[in-house]
């Protein structure tokens, strides 16, 4: 199967590229698409930051503000032009306990220390990490994600009159349904007519039109929350300075730095593959951290990437930071100016937009892969896929790779096994040739290996086709170099690559240098006796 391009990318910091229009040019074509992807963007974010601060348990406004600081900072200084963030659902469902039991202050306090937790991931290139993400779990991490955009899609079909304890029926439900189609319509319709506007914009513009018009009776932005507001203001967080107040932000904290990471470089893989660009994980991890801080003493709940933004914001056009400078400035215009305005939309054209999002992102090439692909992949497909939808995305992930990685090992275990031969140089020695990876996982079948009541006296291990990984190797040829020291024999070890015996002379076992080699880059012969490896 062809491996997917988000798996490559650098794993060095360079400084961010602030040239906004960089490998696009410049045209003012590019620049009205960028500039109405961010417009887009910016309305699809409102109801997404509202929602998300009521999951926390905190103000709109902390929800918005979070969405404009950590928007902003991230799309001038982010690894991936094209990438949106803002607040997210995934940190919203972690922030509601710290708040509720301490407090909205706590909550800020506890973002700036997430925030350097982030700065210093960066700063220790720890981003280039999530290359160990395989492709199985990535498959099941973008359909778990579509799931739940779907699912939290479903809160907008109740009633507010009823303060959301109902679901819509009768009329409005069928008009709800109605818009939605609507909007889906157009948005798959519009880039087959014209690429001048946005599709989702255009659909959000035309539903809006014909609900305020008409006068239709649906819920709207302005049903959620009021969004209006002042300019974020600077604040320090009101909490004691205490090693209490450490002690209870720190576990919070060092779980949504995670989050945010890992779902940060998910998205900043996602977007790179459509758009062809690779790096800046580390870049990337730094800018995350960044906005956090700042977002913490500007009353901001935090944040990290969007996918369902970020590929409205793609699909739309936007391919550099303009898109994602603007959405967030935008979304600053909406809280201070235009909230009336904005208040008016209807919710049912933004829930079209992300049932086309949840389309788009669901990766419906899987289903028929499924059957095809080792039954260990698609196993993994379906468990994050189900981890994602239950818990959450970094949970699903590294759940993901720790059983990738189990199955991995499993499979490499089995693959050790040696070739016995008469040696042609020895004269009655007896050669093991050793192949598949001498590891922690292989080192039991790798003892089984030899026979040493029938072998002769001498007897050479050969190492050309096989590598020795991990001090467990170590102690297997420790173990196997025993058995024939007992027995009175001798155990040669021949073909060891470069760096088997950079391992074993760290190790201690090996005192002898092995530049006598240059065919193979190896040391030539290695005796073992008494346990102790020595050069001939």
């Not at 650098?10 to 500039?35: F, H, K, Y």
């Not at 900072?73 to 949106?84: H, L």
């Not at 002898?512 to 030539?524: K, N």
């Amino acid at each position: 199967m062809k491996r997917a391009v988000w798996a490559n990318f650098a794993s060095n910091i360079s400084p961010p590229n602030l040239s906004i229009m960089q490998d696009e040019g410049w045209s003012v074509a590019r620049v009205r698409t960028e500039l109405l992807s961010g417009l887009t963007v910016a309305l699809a974010l409102v109801p997404e930051a509202v929602a998300f601060a009521f999951v926390a348990g905190v103000h709109p406004l902390v929800g918005l503000y979070a969405a404009f600081l950590v928007g902003l900072i991230t799309a001038i200084f982010g690894g991936r032009p094209g990438m949106i963030s803002g607040a997210t659902g995934a940190l919203a469902v972690v922030m509601v306990a710290l708040v509720a039991e301490h407090g909205v202050e706590y909550l800020f306090a506890t973002v700036v220390l997430m925030g350097i937790l982030q700065v210093l991931a960066g700063v220790m290139q720890w981003g280039k990490f999530i290359r160990l993400v395989p492709h199985p779990v990535m498959l099941g991490f973008v359909n778990g994600l579509a799931i739940v955009i779907f699912l939290a899609q479903l809160t907008q079909f109740r009633d507010p009159a009823s303060g959301g304890a109902d679901w819509l029926a009768g009329g409005q439900l069928v008009l709800m349904l109605g818009l939605v189609a609507l909007t889906m319509l157009i948005i798959w319709g519009m880039p087959k007519l014209t690429n001048v506007i946005p599709a989702p914009l255009a659909g959000i513009g035309i539903v809006a039109i014909l609900v305020i018009a008409l006068g239709l009776d649906v819920p709207r932005v302005g049903d959620m929350a009021s969004i209006e507001g002042g300019l974020p203001s600077f604040h320090i967080p009101m909490v004691p300075l205490s090693f209490e107040t450490f002690q209870i932000i720190l576990p919070y904290a060092v779980i949504l730095a995670a989050i945010g990471l890992i779902e940060s470089l998910l998205t900043l893989n996602l977007v790179g593959e459509i758009t062809g660009k690779r790096g800046g994980a580390s870049q990337e991890c730094i800018a995350q951290g960044a906005a956090n801080v700042v977002t913490g003493f500007f009353g901001g709940m935090g944040g990290c990437a969007m996918i369902g933004q970020s590929m409205i914001n793609v699909k739309s056009g936007g391919r550099t930071r303009i898109a994602g400078i603007f959405a967030a400035l935008c979304l600053l215009l909406f809280i201070v100016a235009a909230s009336p305005l904005i208040e008016q939309i209807p919710l049912a054209a933004l829930v079209g937009v992300m049932f086309m999002v949840v389309i788009g992102t669901f990766a419906w090439n899987s289903l028929k892969i499924m059957t095809k692909v080792p039954l260990m992949d698609a196993f993994v497909i379906v468990l994050v896929t189900v981890v994602t939808v239950a818990t959450d995305l970094a949970i699903a992930v590294v759940v993901g790779v720790i059983v990738s990685a189990l199955a991995y090992s499993w499979n490499n275990a089995r693959r050790i096994h040696a070739l016995t031969r008469e040696s042609a140089t020895d004269k009655g020695a007896k050669v093991y040739e050793i192949q598949g990876p001498l590891f922690f996982g292989s080192t039991d079948g790798f003892v089984e290996l030899f026979d040493v009541a029938q072998d002769p006296d001498s007897v050479i291990v050969d190492f050309k086709y096989s590598r020795v990984v991990d001090q467990s190797a170590l102690q297997a040829i420790e173990t196997v170099a025993g058995k024939y020291e007992e027995a009175g024999k001798t155990l040669t070890l021949r073909h060891l690559s470069r760096d088997c015996h950079e391992l074993l002379t760290r190790a201690g076992h090996l005192m002898i240098d092995s530049d006598d080699d240059p065919d193979y880059e190896i040391a030539a012969d290695y005796s073992v006796r008494t346990g102790i490896l020595g050069g001939h």
